[in-house]
């Protein structure tokens, strides 16, 4: 009998501290929406102006009772997508007002694969985050937008490479502000790309943020490592073109020589040998002024007339347009697939050009004379 007593006031206690608990919860209501108003309905985005305002914005906090704070977003999504894909872009709270430049928005366009030089309407809206599970939304505005092609130059991270070759090469002697560079295409403070060195034994030295503040040199060792400080020069013992990595958080780099070439079937050698390519200070890039190609065979690029280092194409770019600049990857970066070639669908005399001073983007133009 005792025991059936412990066991009912048990339950009657533990049903005493239920409704407490129940009564200590705090409902939240949403009283009112948040809002979101545009200056604009249709903006050309402009490069050239890439961190200016494009665009301002006025909005709106949800209202609740009782009062909680939120986190809010600005989500951008293309028409009939029901925001998915989606691009987003955190905003303060408090401020009531925010604009987003060129750039950002360029960037949120390429998010959601648009293509750039066309109209575009984006759905843009608020939404406001009381937790990781609950959110509310602001109404939907529509801005007809025109994105541009980015300039790699511009998008991706880079260190730069200043040195006593770096005058002959088309840039400034020991200027960090006007010297090669090395990007990063994966922006994981790994960089990469190529330099070119008319005089054997120039030296140079990598810097970051167009400046010598930083700066990185060799430790003495010529074993790939780099220190700020006691550092010393890193010499390129020949003249050529040189392909260098740097992982500026480790702080190790790697030089190779890469001399470039064309060869293949197409070409009045074929596959015997490479006619090479000669570097221009002027333009910046490697040329080869004219060579005779055929439309019944293929060509590569490759380094020290070898097959360890070398440029091919996507498979929408094997067949190269007169002209037109294609984007060439190169293999020992892993970024081809197979081992495909290039064609010209035009047999005559072509001028070969070969941009390599950005390796986000390796740019190769073929063009008939």
Not at 89 to 95: A, R, Y
Not at 359 to 364: D, E, G, H, N, Q
Request: proline fraction near 5%; charge should be negative; glycine fraction near 6%.
């Amino acid at each position: 009998m005792k025991n059936i007593l412990k066991i009912f006031l048990i339950a009657i206690i533990s049903f005493m501290v239920s409704c407490r608990e129940e009564d200590d919860k705090t409902i939240l209501t949403n009283t009112s929406a948040g809002s979101l108003t545009v200056n604009k309905t249709s903006i050309t985005l402009d490069e050239t102006i890439a961190d200016q305002a494009a665009l301002a914005f006025t909005y709106t906090n949800p209202g609740f009772s009782p009062n909680v704070s939120v986190a809010n977003t600005v989500e951008f999504a293309v028409p009939g997508t029901n925001f998915s894909p989606v691009a987003s872009q955190t905003i303060s709270m408090d401020e009531k007002t925010f604009s987003l430049t060129h750039l950002q928005l360029n960037t949120i366009l390429t998010t959601l694969n648009v293509a750039p030089n066309v109209v575009k309407p984006i759905e843009i809206r608020l939404k406001s985050s009381v937790n990781t599970t609950t959110a509310y939304y602001s109404n939907i505005i529509t801005v007809n937008i025109t994105g541009y092609t980015p300039n790699p130059d511009l998008i991706y991270p880079k260190i730069n490479v200043p040195g006593g070759y770096a005058g002959a090469a088309g840039y400034a002697d020991w200027n960090p502000a006007n010297a090669p560079n090395l990007f990063s295409p994966t922006k994981d403070d790994k960089y990469k790309g190529f330099i070119y060195v008319t005089n054997p034994n120039s030296e140079y030295k990598f810097t970051i943020n167009q400046d010598w503040a930083g700066d990185k040199g060799d430790d003495g060792t010529l074993t790939g490592k780099l220190v700020e400080t006691g550092e010393q020069n890193i010499k390129a013992a020949v003249k050529g073109t040189y392909y260098i990595n740097v992982n500026w958080a480790q702080n190790t780099y790697s030089s190779v020589l890469a001399n470039f070439g064309v060869i293949g079937d197409a070409t009045p050698t074929g596959w015997n040998s490479d006619t090479d390519f000669v570097y221009s200070p002027t333009t910046k890039t490697y040329v080869i002024n004219s060579i005779a190609l055929n439309n019944t065979g293929v060509f590569k690029f490759r380094a020290n007339d070898d097959w360890i280092i070398k440029f091919q194409p996507e498979s929408g770019d094997e067949t190269l347009v007169s002209g037109t600049a294609v984007k060439s990857f190169l293999s020992s970066e892993g970024t081809v697939t197979g081992d495909p070639a290039y064609k010209v669908s035009q047999a005559g005399n072509y001028k070969i050009e070969l941009d390599l001073h950005n390796s986000a983007y390796y740019k190769l133009t073929v063009t008939k004379l």
